[in-house]
């Protein structure tokens, strides 16, 4: 078994995971954040729905420097002002992404890769290991905290891994 055909069944587990929960971000509250340190709503549901996108650009490349010295700074995407633009995004990037993965041949997964930042090297792994962490694990962190913030706005959470509390309840109503 290939290190591509390992990381897609998980791959495509968070990515429908993750659309259950992008489905419910409410769009009409982009500047909502729970602190101030918070990253807004609509800035964290763009962040989700663009890290997908980072699959291919990893695959194809060797490292990133987010604020190359003499250069641009990383740029994220613009915040997309609607549910349907959201789901876009994320849809074309998940596709692109398990397109770049299912591609992969096990030697291009075992190349090393560096995140930089002003020319120092914050971290170097494997690209499959960069997938995992700096992708995978990390969209998950920040679709947790999504959760919570959908929880502080009183939208029903999805169930990811079972039901939620909210299906939980939906379904004890219906069974009464």
Known sequence: M?????????????????RKTLERVPM?????????????MGR?????????GWTGFTLGSESLDLAPP????????????????????????VSEARAAIAAATDEQMA???SLLMGGNVIFTLPKSGVIRSMILNH???????LTVYLRLNDV??????????????LAQSASS
């Open 111 to 113: 190349h090393n890769w």
């Open 139 to 145: 969209l998950i962190h920040h679709r947790a905290q």
């Open 44 to 52: 964290l549901a763009q962040h989700i729905a663009e890290m997908p």
């Open 70 to 93: 003499g250069g641009e700074p990383y740029q994220p995407a613009p915040i997309p002002e609607s549910s349907e633009a959201l789901l876009a995004m994320f849809d074309k990037n």
């Open 28 to 40: 009409d509250k982009p500047a909502w954040k729970p602190h101030e340190k918070s990253m807004t």
């Open 156 to 169: 029903a959470v999805p169930g990811l891994y079972g039901p939620s509390a909210d299906e939980m309840n």
């Open 2 to 18: 290939t290190i591509a055909e390992m990381l897609l069944p998980e791959f495509d587990q968070e990515m429908a995971n993750t």
